[in-house]
Protein backbone atom coordinates (compact mmCIF):
# COMPACT_ATOMS: atom_id res chain seq x y z
CA UNK A 1 0.00 0.00 0.00
CA UNK A 2 1.39 3.50 -0.83
CA UNK A 3 2.09 6.16 2.16
CA UNK A 4 0.75 9.36 2.46
CA UNK A 5 3.03 11.62 1.08
CA UNK A 6 3.21 15.37 1.08
CA UNK A 7 1.34 16.69 -1.88
CA UNK A 8 2.91 18.76 -5.26
CA UNK A 9 2.63 21.79 -5.92
CA UNK A 10 0.36 21.22 -8.93
CA UNK A 11 -1.50 18.04 -9.92
CA UNK A 12 0.08 18.60 -13.39
CA UNK A 13 3.70 18.50 -13.70
CA UNK A 14 5.20 21.46 -16.84
CA UNK A 15 5.31 18.54 -18.77
CA UNK A 16 1.16 18.16 -18.84
CA UNK A 17 1.04 15.15 -17.13
CA UNK A 18 -0.76 13.98 -14.10
CA UNK A 19 0.88 13.59 -10.68
CA UNK A 20 -0.23 10.15 -9.08
CA UNK A 21 0.10 9.35 -5.48
CA UNK A 22 -2.18 9.50 -2.07
CA UNK A 23 -1.51 12.61 -0.69
CA UNK A 24 -1.97 14.15 3.07
CA UNK A 25 -4.17 17.09 1.34
CA UNK A 26 -4.67 19.03 -1.96
CA UNK A 27 -2.64 20.06 -3.96
CA UNK A 28 -2.81 23.95 -4.36
CA UNK A 29 -2.77 23.89 -8.16
CA UNK A 30 -4.80 21.99 -10.66
CA UNK A 31 -2.77 23.50 -13.49
CA UNK A 32 -5.24 22.39 -16.17
CA UNK A 33 -4.16 24.60 -18.66
CA UNK A 34 -0.83 22.45 -18.91
CA UNK A 35 -2.75 19.49 -19.36
CA UNK A 36 -1.57 17.27 -22.48
CA UNK A 37 -4.36 14.61 -23.65
CA UNK A 38 -2.10 11.36 -24.77
CA UNK A 39 -3.00 9.13 -27.65
CA UNK A 40 -3.20 5.31 -26.78
CA UNK A 41 -1.21 4.42 -29.73
CA UNK A 42 1.19 7.89 -28.91
CA UNK A 43 1.50 11.43 -29.63
CA UNK A 44 -1.24 13.49 -28.23
CA UNK A 45 -4.74 14.76 -28.77
CA UNK A 46 -5.39 18.82 -30.08
CA UNK A 47 -5.42 21.05 -27.12
CA UNK A 48 -9.07 22.24 -27.76
CA UNK A 49 -10.07 18.48 -27.27
CA UNK A 50 -9.01 19.24 -23.66
CA UNK A 51 -12.03 20.71 -21.99
CA UNK A 52 -14.36 17.97 -23.85
CA UNK A 53 -12.24 14.92 -22.49
CA UNK A 54 -11.74 16.27 -18.96
CA UNK A 55 -14.53 15.69 -16.26
CA UNK A 56 -15.07 17.87 -12.94
CA UNK A 57 -17.75 18.12 -10.47
CA UNK A 58 -18.49 18.43 -6.97
CA UNK A 59 -20.92 16.61 -4.72
CA UNK A 60 -22.06 16.96 -1.20
CA UNK A 61 -24.77 15.64 0.98
CA UNK A 62 -26.03 16.56 4.18
CA UNK A 63 -27.72 14.17 6.70
CA UNK A 64 -30.10 15.23 9.42
CA UNK A 65 -32.27 13.06 11.64
CA UNK A 66 -35.27 14.31 9.24
CA UNK A 67 -34.06 14.61 5.77
CA UNK A 68 -30.76 13.69 3.66
CA UNK A 69 -29.75 16.62 1.37
CA UNK A 70 -27.69 16.24 -1.81
CA UNK A 71 -26.37 18.69 -4.58
CA UNK A 72 -24.08 18.44 -7.49
CA UNK A 73 -22.28 20.60 -9.50
CA UNK A 74 -21.20 18.88 -12.45
CA UNK A 75 -18.81 20.48 -15.43
CA UNK A 76 -19.07 17.60 -18.60
CA UNK A 77 -16.84 19.82 -20.91
CA UNK A 78 -19.82 20.09 -23.87
CA UNK A 79 -22.10 20.41 -20.88
CA UNK A 80 -23.34 21.80 -17.45
CA UNK A 81 -25.30 20.01 -14.89
CA UNK A 82 -26.88 20.94 -11.48
CA UNK A 83 -29.40 18.95 -9.45
CA UNK A 84 -30.71 19.13 -5.88
CA UNK A 85 -32.66 17.10 -4.08
CA UNK A 86 -34.23 16.78 -0.39
CA UNK A 87 -34.85 13.04 0.84
CA UNK A 88 -37.68 13.28 3.72
CA UNK A 89 -36.94 10.08 5.72
CA UNK A 90 -40.06 10.21 7.72
CA UNK A 91 -42.23 9.69 4.51
CA UNK A 92 -39.83 8.40 2.03
CA UNK A 93 -40.03 10.39 -0.44
CA UNK A 94 -37.60 12.51 -2.70
CA UNK A 95 -38.44 16.41 -3.69
CA UNK A 96 -35.35 16.86 -6.65
CA UNK A 97 -34.65 19.85 -9.38
CA UNK A 98 -32.14 19.37 -12.47
CA UNK A 99 -30.93 22.31 -14.10
CA UNK A 100 -28.68 22.09 -17.33
CA UNK A 101 -27.08 24.21 -19.79
CA UNK A 102 -24.24 24.94 -22.24
CA UNK A 103 -20.57 25.78 -21.04
CA UNK A 104 -20.99 29.47 -22.68
CA UNK A 105 -23.94 29.92 -20.28
CA UNK A 106 -21.66 30.71 -17.73
CA UNK A 107 -24.27 29.49 -15.34
CA UNK A 108 -21.82 27.31 -13.84
CA UNK A 109 -18.61 27.99 -12.61
CA UNK A 110 -15.77 25.44 -11.12
CA UNK A 111 -12.87 26.39 -8.94
CA UNK A 112 -9.73 25.46 -10.78
CA UNK A 113 -7.61 25.55 -7.29
CA UNK A 114 -7.68 24.03 -4.14
CA UNK A 115 -9.33 26.89 -2.50
CA UNK A 116 -11.31 28.46 -4.63
CA UNK A 117 -15.25 29.53 -5.22
CA UNK A 118 -17.44 27.02 -6.96
CA UNK A 119 -20.89 28.63 -8.06
CA UNK A 120 -23.80 28.37 -10.09
CA UNK A 121 -26.42 30.99 -10.40
CA UNK A 122 -29.75 30.24 -12.30
CA UNK A 123 -32.47 32.66 -12.69
CA UNK A 124 -33.73 32.17 -9.05
CA UNK A 125 -31.41 29.50 -7.71
CA UNK A 126 -27.72 29.76 -6.44
CA UNK A 127 -25.41 27.92 -5.09
CA UNK A 128 -21.85 28.60 -3.67
CA UNK A 129 -19.13 26.94 -2.38
CA UNK A 130 -16.47 28.78 -0.82
CA UNK A 131 -13.12 26.86 0.01
CA UNK A 132 -11.18 29.90 0.52
CA UNK A 133 -11.10 30.00 4.43
CA UNK A 134 -11.32 27.69 6.86
CA UNK A 135 -14.32 26.33 7.89
CA UNK A 136 -15.52 26.47 4.43
CA UNK A 137 -19.08 28.70 3.11
CA UNK A 138 -21.95 27.03 1.37
CA UNK A 139 -24.64 29.31 0.41
CA UNK A 140 -27.85 27.76 -0.77
CA UNK A 141 -30.90 28.97 -2.12
CA UNK A 142 -33.69 26.85 -4.49
CA UNK A 143 -36.91 28.28 -4.08
CA UNK A 144 -38.34 25.29 -6.24
CA UNK A 145 -37.43 22.89 -3.28
CA UNK A 146 -38.41 25.91 -0.68
CA UNK A 147 -34.67 25.19 0.69
CA UNK A 148 -32.13 27.80 2.04
CA UNK A 149 -28.84 27.19 3.56
CA UNK A 150 -26.08 29.97 4.72
CA UNK A 151 -23.24 26.77 6.37
CA UNK A 152 -19.95 26.49 7.88
CA UNK A 153 -18.19 23.40 6.84
CA UNK A 154 -15.61 22.27 9.30
CA UNK A 155 -12.42 20.81 7.16
CA UNK A 156 -11.06 17.68 8.57
CA UNK A 157 -8.79 14.91 7.57
CA UNK A 158 -9.13 14.46 3.49
CA UNK A 159 -8.37 11.10 1.44
CA UNK A 160 -6.73 12.93 -1.42
CA UNK A 161 -5.90 10.08 -4.45
CA UNK A 162 -4.78 10.61 -8.09
CA UNK A 163 -4.24 7.14 -10.12
CA UNK A 164 -4.23 5.99 -13.55
CA UNK A 165 -7.56 5.33 -15.76
CA UNK A 166 -7.66 3.02 -18.97
CA UNK A 167 -4.38 3.94 -21.29
CA UNK A 168 -4.05 7.34 -20.86
CA UNK A 169 -6.61 8.58 -18.78
CA UNK A 170 -6.54 9.46 -14.85
CA UNK A 171 -8.34 10.28 -12.61
CA UNK A 172 -8.28 12.83 -9.05
CA UNK A 173 -10.33 12.72 -6.36
CA UNK A 174 -10.83 14.17 -2.77
CA UNK A 175 -13.01 12.94 -0.19
CA UNK A 176 -14.35 13.88 3.43
CA UNK A 177 -16.79 12.47 5.19
CA UNK A 178 -19.17 13.48 8.57
CA UNK A 179 -17.83 16.69 8.81
CA UNK A 180 -19.59 19.05 11.24
CA UNK A 181 -21.75 21.76 10.63
CA UNK A 182 -22.95 24.71 12.10
CA UNK A 183 -25.21 27.58 10.80
CA UNK A 184 -28.88 27.89 9.00
CA UNK A 185 -30.29 25.48 7.23
CA UNK A 186 -34.22 25.80 6.49
CA UNK A 187 -36.87 23.42 4.14
CA UNK A 188 -40.53 24.54 3.82
CA UNK A 189 -40.24 27.54 6.22
CA UNK A 190 -38.76 24.61 9.08
CA UNK A 191 -35.66 25.54 10.91
CA UNK A 192 -33.33 22.20 10.89
CA UNK A 193 -31.02 21.97 14.14
CA UNK A 194 -27.64 21.81 13.46
CA UNK A 195 -26.69 20.11 15.99
CA UNK A 196 -26.94 16.45 14.54
CA UNK A 197 -26.16 17.55 11.04
CA UNK A 198 -23.16 16.06 9.13
CA UNK A 199 -21.71 17.03 5.43
CA UNK A 200 -19.73 14.95 3.23
CA UNK A 201 -18.22 16.00 0.59
CA UNK A 202 -16.92 14.48 -2.77
CA UNK A 203 -14.40 16.38 -5.84
CA UNK A 204 -13.62 14.35 -8.37
CA UNK A 205 -11.64 15.53 -11.64
CA UNK A 206 -9.84 13.61 -14.39
CA UNK A 207 -9.57 12.32 -17.73
CA UNK A 208 -11.72 8.82 -17.74
CA UNK A 209 -12.44 6.15 -19.06
CA UNK A 210 -14.88 6.72 -22.06
CA UNK A 211 -16.73 3.94 -20.71
CA UNK A 212 -17.07 4.30 -17.08
CA UNK A 213 -19.11 2.50 -14.28
CA UNK A 214 -19.04 2.28 -10.83
CA UNK A 215 -21.21 1.70 -7.46
CA UNK A 216 -20.29 4.06 -4.47
CA UNK A 217 -21.64 3.62 -1.14
CA UNK A 218 -21.85 7.03 1.15
CA UNK A 219 -22.87 6.85 4.90
CA UNK A 220 -22.37 9.85 7.58
CA UNK A 221 -23.61 9.13 10.66
CA UNK A 222 -23.42 9.32 14.60
CA UNK A 223 -23.23 6.57 16.86
CA UNK A 224 -23.28 8.21 20.67
CA UNK A 225 -21.00 11.35 20.83
CA UNK A 226 -18.99 9.88 18.22
CA UNK A 227 -18.79 10.58 14.33
CA UNK A 228 -18.91 8.00 11.85
CA UNK A 229 -17.90 8.35 8.11
CA UNK A 230 -17.54 6.16 5.18
CA UNK A 231 -17.00 6.46 1.37
CA UNK A 232 -16.64 3.04 -0.22
CA UNK A 233 -16.48 2.50 -4.06
CA UNK A 234 -16.45 -0.45 -6.98
CA UNK A 235 -15.17 0.95 -10.26
CA UNK A 236 -12.98 3.59 -11.50
CA UNK A 237 -10.23 3.50 -8.68
CA UNK A 238 -8.78 0.23 -8.90
CA UNK A 239 -5.60 0.63 -10.89
CA UNK A 240 -3.36 -0.71 -7.74
CA UNK A 241 -4.88 1.94 -5.02
CA UNK A 242 -8.48 2.61 -4.38
CA UNK A 243 -10.29 5.29 -2.76
CA UNK A 244 -11.79 3.42 0.31
CA UNK A 245 -11.94 5.35 3.18
CA UNK A 246 -13.43 5.60 6.70
CA UNK A 247 -13.24 8.78 9.46
CA UNK A 248 -14.09 8.21 12.96
CA UNK A 249 -14.35 11.69 14.73
CA UNK A 250 -11.96 13.42 11.83
CA UNK A 251 -9.67 11.06 11.56
CA UNK A 252 -8.90 9.49 8.52
CA UNK A 253 -8.65 5.20 8.17
CA UNK A 254 -7.79 3.73 4.34
CA UNK A 255 -9.59 0.76 3.88
CA UNK A 256 -9.10 -2.41 1.52
CA UNK A 257 -11.19 -3.00 -0.98
CA UNK A 258 -14.84 -3.86 -0.95
CA UNK A 259 -17.59 -5.91 -2.65
CA UNK A 260 -20.60 -4.31 -3.55
CA UNK A 261 -24.08 -6.22 -4.72
CA UNK A 262 -27.10 -4.33 -5.32
CA UNK A 263 -30.16 -5.86 -6.30
CA UNK A 264 -33.34 -3.51 -6.61
CA UNK A 265 -32.92 -0.40 -4.10
CA UNK A 266 -31.19 -2.80 -2.02
CA UNK A 267 -27.06 -3.48 -1.86
CA UNK A 268 -24.84 -5.43 0.22
CA UNK A 269 -21.44 -3.64 1.07
CA UNK A 270 -18.51 -6.47 2.50
CA UNK A 271 -15.03 -6.24 3.30
CA UNK A 272 -11.69 -6.31 5.43
CA UNK A 273 -13.30 -4.69 8.58
CA UNK A 274 -16.82 -4.27 6.76
CA UNK A 275 -20.31 -6.06 6.61
CA UNK A 276 -22.97 -3.79 5.99
CA UNK A 277 -26.46 -3.53 4.10
CA UNK A 278 -28.31 -0.70 2.76
CA UNK A 279 -31.94 -0.50 2.21
CA UNK A 280 -33.07 2.49 0.28
CA UNK A 281 -36.55 4.55 0.63
CA UNK A 282 -36.29 6.65 -2.02
CA UNK A 283 -33.90 7.29 -5.03
CA UNK A 284 -32.68 10.39 -7.39
CA UNK A 285 -32.23 9.18 -11.56
CA UNK A 286 -30.93 10.59 -14.18
CA UNK A 287 -31.49 9.11 -17.51
CA UNK A 288 -29.50 10.16 -20.99
CA UNK A 289 -29.26 7.69 -24.09
CA UNK A 290 -28.26 9.15 -27.56
CA UNK A 291 -25.95 6.61 -28.55
CA UNK A 292 -23.25 8.96 -28.42
CA UNK A 293 -23.52 10.38 -24.94
CA UNK A 294 -25.45 7.83 -22.58
CA UNK A 295 -25.73 8.30 -18.82
CA UNK A 296 -27.93 6.19 -16.32
CA UNK A 297 -27.15 7.51 -12.95
CA UNK A 298 -29.15 6.23 -9.69
CA UNK A 299 -28.90 7.41 -6.47
CA UNK A 300 -30.59 5.91 -3.74
CA UNK A 301 -31.12 7.38 -0.20
CA UNK A 302 -31.78 5.07 2.70
CA UNK A 303 -29.75 3.48 5.56
CA UNK A 304 -27.13 1.41 6.42
CA UNK A 305 -26.72 -2.05 9.16
CA UNK A 306 -24.37 -3.65 9.86
CA UNK A 307 -20.83 -3.75 11.26
CA UNK A 308 -17.67 -2.16 11.12
CA UNK A 309 -13.88 -2.80 12.92
CA UNK A 310 -11.93 0.25 12.10
CA UNK A 311 -8.32 0.55 13.84
CA UNK A 312 -9.46 -2.36 16.25
CA UNK A 313 -12.72 -0.70 17.55
CA UNK A 314 -15.96 -2.34 16.84
CA UNK A 315 -19.02 -0.53 15.75
CA UNK A 316 -22.55 -1.47 15.01
CA UNK A 317 -24.89 0.58 12.90
CA UNK A 318 -28.40 0.69 12.34
CA UNK A 319 -30.67 2.77 10.68
CA UNK A 320 -27.80 5.20 9.77
CA UNK A 321 -28.49 7.51 6.93
CA UNK A 322 -26.85 7.21 4.03
CA UNK A 323 -26.36 6.71 -0.24
CA UNK A 324 -26.03 4.13 -2.91
CA UNK A 325 -25.23 4.52 -5.90
CA UNK A 326 -25.23 2.71 -9.24
CA UNK A 327 -23.80 4.99 -11.84
CA UNK A 328 -22.85 4.08 -15.92
CA UNK A 329 -22.13 6.52 -18.66
CA UNK A 330 -20.63 6.94 -21.65
CA UNK A 331 -18.85 10.34 -22.45
Not at 46 to 75: M, Q
Not at 130 to 153: C, G, S
Request: glycine share 10%; proline share 5%; with cysteine.
Amino acid sequence: MWQRRPPPARLIDTEGRPHYGWWREEPADYALPDLRLLRPMGGHWPNFLRPLRCKHWHFLSLTHGEVIIALALVDLGYAHQVFVYVHDRKRGETHAATQRSLPWSRHLRLARQAQGLSRYCGRAECIELDTTMTPWRLHLDWPQLALQAQLQLAVEEPLVLCLPAGATGWTYTVKRAALPVRGELSWRGRRLDDERLLASHDLSLGVMRRQTQWQWCSLATWSGEHRIGLNLALGVNESGQNENAAWIDGRLHKLTTVWIAGQGEHCQVSGEGVDLSFRGHARHEELLHTGVIDSRFRQWQGEYAGDIEIAGQSWHLQGSPGLWEDHYVKW
